[in-house]
């Protein structure tokens, strides 16, 4: 694929070639793009701003019936885009149509959203005064997206950011530009006119800073260093800013669990799309009468899963996204294994059909919370068990780690359910459910430093991409 920039409804060449690779086949390119200079970056920019006051006074139900639009077109073409999405990023084919019906989704959801009634009415202090409190567009929205979700969460920023009519400029991952080029070309292709839609490539830290100071709300979703680094500088033009950043999601497995579904849960979240999910399991904490057998079966089904080529019909899951991932994970395992850890399954590098970034899903055992891989997230097929008495160390353990996106518990006890519940403090918490694979109607994201400012999703939408007026009117004085 040869992709380019998307800037006030033009399709243009930006200033510095590259290329990205597959990682099921490291021999073979998915496509060719470029990266714009900072002057393009900031054409982007004023298109938006140009474009912003007459999306918002777009025709409502025109406005809904493009979003919905770009929804149908995105189930329509789930097969060509959910290949290359897997050729870039390294999900299955599965994982990858499924990921481009949620983006579906998530543009239906909006679509109606658009149709909602926006403002309260209330009676006033004063006589012959009432007070409506509405809302209107934040205005230029900044969307900047890692390569996990290259076609989802760019879809939930971009669904959100223009039901409520604002405007966006998109810098996608370097990692997977090419999902985001067939999702800019859908939404040309469903109406959205020229400046409010526009999609940029570039440097992280060069283009994001423009995009930053530029923008009047910044949609973040990405590593928690990164996102540090995004505050401090929205920090100096106060810009509106929503981070969903990184986890280091913790399942506790109590006594009385169903085993079945608890290993079925666990190897859900902590290697199904090869563990490049932010709310994936990385630590599971397991009281002492389950340890012995949950860990037994884990390692089993760790071994079971067929690690291979992401357009394999048999893969269940796919390679690693890129080179610097694969040796990290790799180094994150020998690292565990260096203060102590036991590796019960997995954890290395393993030759499949072609040259991937193959890595079988790896199992640490007898780890300690306070080690480091209980506590570094490693956004890989990674998952380390720790043993405990009861249900009281098993919370403190869940809570004893800076990360606060995602928890979850196996138990059949519902006193034991709602007390992890209410202790937890993940942003999200799930009830005999992997703590990954969330909805796209109710909010999403995690407390500081996993996430910052208002949820994504759902009803949180609207607190992020609008702000509120309050109006005082005086009807009584005429
Ligand atoms: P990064 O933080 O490395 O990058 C995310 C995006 O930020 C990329 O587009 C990147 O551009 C850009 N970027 C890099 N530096 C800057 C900067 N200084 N200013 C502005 N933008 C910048 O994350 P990854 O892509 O590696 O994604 C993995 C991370 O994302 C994990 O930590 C994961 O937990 C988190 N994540 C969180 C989710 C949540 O909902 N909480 C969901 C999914 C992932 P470029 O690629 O050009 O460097």
Redesign the pocket.
């Known amino acids: 694929m040869k992709g380019q920039n998307y800037i006030d409804g033009r399709w243009i060449d930006g200033e510095v070639s590259f290329e990205t690779v597959n990682p099921s086949d490291l021999d073979e390119v998915v496509g060719s793009y470029s990266k714009v200079g900072e002057a393009q970056i900031r054409e982007a920019m004023a298109a938006a701003r140009r474009a912003q006051p007459g999306w918002a006074a777009f025709n409502m139900q025109a406005r809904s019936d493009i979003l919905r639009k770009v929804g149908d077109l995105l189930i329509e073409r789930s097969r060509e885009i959910g290949t290359l999405l897997a050729r870039e990023e390294g999900k299955t084919l599965a994982d990858a149509i499924g990921e481009t019906v949620r983006a579906a989704q998530c543009f239906h959801y909006s679509a109606g959203d658009v149709l909602r009634a926006q403002g309260e009415w209330y009676n006033s202090m004063r006589d012959g005064f009432n007070v409506v409190v509405t809302r209107e567009p934040v205005g230029v929205v900044a969307a900047?997206?890692?390569?996990?979700?290259p076609v989802a969460?760019p879809a939930a920023k971009i669904a959100g950011a223009l039901s409520f009519g604002n405007t966006v400029v998109l810098?996608?991952?370097?990692?997977v530009p090419g999902s985001a080029v067939m999702l800019a070309r859908l939404l040309e292709e469903a109406g959205v006119p020229a400046g409010v839609f526009n999609l940029v490539m570039?440097?992280?830290?060069a283009?994001?800073?423009i995009m930053?100071d530029e923008a009047d709300a910044l949609t973040?979703?990405?590593?928690?260093?990164?996102?540090r680094?995004?505050l401090s500088?929205a920090a100096e033009t106060m810009t509106k800013c929503q981070l969903?950043?990184?986890?280091k999601n913790a399942l506790v497995v109590l006594d009385d669990a169903d085993l079945d579904l608890a290993v079925e849960i666990a190897g859900n979240g902590a290697w199904i799309q090869t563990g490049q999910?932010?709310?994936g399991t990385e630590r599971i904490i397991v009281t002492k009468g389950i340890h012995d057998a949950f860990v037994e079966r884990m390692a089993k089904k760790a071994a079971s899963y067929k690690v291979g080529h992401a357009l394999d019909a048999d893969t269940q899951i796919g390679p690693v996204c890129n080179v610097q991932?694969f040796n990290e994970n790799l180094q994150f395992v020998k690292d565990a294994q260096g203060e102590g850890a036991e590796l019960a399954a997995g954890g290395v590098a393993v030759e499949g059909r072609t040259r991937g970034l193959f890595m079988a899903p790896a199992l640490l055992v007898n780890t300690q919370s306070d080690w480091r891989c209980n506590q570094h997230?490693s956004?890989g097929p990674i998952a380390a068990v720790m043993k405990v008495e009861d249900l009281d160390e098993a919370i403190h353990a869940a809570n004893n780690c800076e990360y606060k996106?995602s928890s979850g518990i196996a138990t059949t006890n519902l006193k034991s359910a709602e007390r992890f519940r209410k202790a937890s403090q993940a942003g999200m918490v799930t009830v005999n459910a992997p703590t990954a694979g969330l909805e796209y109607h109710v909010p999403?994201?995690?407390r500081s430093p996993?996430?910052y400012g208002p949820r994504?999703s759902g009803a949180a939408a609207a607190e992020f991409f609008t702000e509120s007026k309050t109006s005082y009117i005086n009807h009584g004085a005429l």
Do not use: H, M
């Open positions: 900047i997206t890692p390569w996990n979700f969460l810098k996608p991952s370097s990692y570039g440097d992280g830290r283009a994001g800073n930053i973040f979703t990405g590593g928690t260093s990164t996102g680094l995004v500088r969903e950043l990184g986890g999910r932010c709310t991932q997230e956004f996106l999403l994201g995690g996993s996430g994504e």
